[in-house]
């Protein structure tokens, strides 16, 4: 089965959760432990969740995660702690000075890492920090607020609070060559050679059927040329509507070259789909007029795509 399978290259298989079916589907429950060996929380780890209200942190989402997986022999990627989106209010809409912004991120990082400390040892510390389609930082809170170096900082202190964590940047649209790509590689390249703690990076991969770049391996390869470990970390293959079985053996194949690169490259740990079923998966929401994106029907049935990951294997 695909566990074992993972296992035997030496990666992990992961798949996004929502706590409530994770706590009440059995179906859901189902396909989360028979088919992979890792498990991300889609969005209760998220600052909005664990601090609704400042110094207010709400600890069931995550801690109901964290206790599925440990009941099920599962590992947790932490997801994650400084991104522009589902920030609460009071944290987005304040006006903070740099000292006051600076312990407000140490408070929401020592409590979170903190609390998850040898439970949870991947953490994407930054998310998302380039703009969405060129090479320039994203205009967050953080960097209008503190500076460019946010992201050292960042890391610097989630390090403090957990230094046995594997700490990482997850980012999208730099699977294939571009002037993206390039940055991020600049700027990882840069904070390595100020001894910044950063041990991996997040590729996010929320591909379109027929456009999975053919560089992926390559560009997966040069951070592990770094001593980094990557990952694909948000894997999805959204289908223009209809998605017929042609599109669905199709991406099958896409499904399979994913994972075929991620064992190409000597450093990369973790493939990770972002969501159990199609039922449950944020495209139809966040892309309308696209469909299908995952691995399982919305009744829990494997498609094409879980038959394709296996053959890699
Ligand atoms: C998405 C979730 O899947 C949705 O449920 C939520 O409404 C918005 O966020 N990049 C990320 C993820 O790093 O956290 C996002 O998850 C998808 C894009």
Redesign the pocket.
């Known amino acids: 089965e695909l566990p074992a399978l993972a296992r035997s290259h030496g990666i992990g298989l992961g798949v996004a959760v929502a706590v409530d079916p994770l706590v009440r589907d059995g179906g859901y429950q189902d396909v989360v432990t028979s088919h992979y060996t890792s498990v991300t929380a889609?969005?209760t780890m998220k600052w909005e969740y664990v601090q609704p209200e400042r110094d207010e942190f709400d600890w069931s989402g995550p801690d109901a995660v964290v206790d599925f997986a440990r009941r099920h022999g599962l590992d947790v990627r932490g997801?994650?702690l400084l991104w522009h989106?589902?920030q609460p209010p009071w944290l987005s809409e304040g006006s903070w000075t740099g000292a006051e912004l600076r312990e407000v991120m140490r408070e929401h990082t020592d409590a979170l890492l903190g609390r998850y400390r040898g439970r949870i040892t991947t953490w994407d510390v930054v998310?998302?920090p380039l703009v969405d389609d060129g090479p320039r930082l994203r205009d967050n809170l953080w960097h209008r607020v503190l500076g460019e170096d946010y992201i050292a900082e960042a890391l610097r202190m989630a390090h403090e609070a957990d230094p046995g964590a594997r700490l990482y940047i997850?980012e999208?649209g730099i699977e294939g060559a571009g002037p993206k790509a390039d940055a991020l590689h600049a700027l990882v390249t840069d904070l390595l050679d100020r001894g910044v703690p950063l041990h991996g990076i997040g590729f996010?991969g929320?591909f379109v059927h027929g456009s999975v770049p053919e560089d992926l391996t390559e560009q997966m390869r040069r951070y592990s040329d770094l001593g980094l470990d990557v990952t694909v970390s948000?894997l999805d293959v959204r289908i223009p509507e209809p998605a017929g079985q042609e599109q669905l053996e199709e991406q099958a194949r896409e499904y399979r070259r994913v994972v075929q690169a991620c064992l190409d490259v000597p450093r990369c740990v973790n493939v990770t789909v972002?969501g159990v079923s199609d039922q449950h998966s944020?495209i139809p929401e966040w892309f309308p007029g696209y469909t299908a994106a995952l691995p399982f029907d919305g009744s829990y049935r494997p498609k094409p795509a879980l038959a394709g990951m296996a053959q890699a294997l």
């Open positions: 889609e969005n997801h994650t989106n589902q998310n998302e997850n999208f996010q929320h948000e972002w944020w």
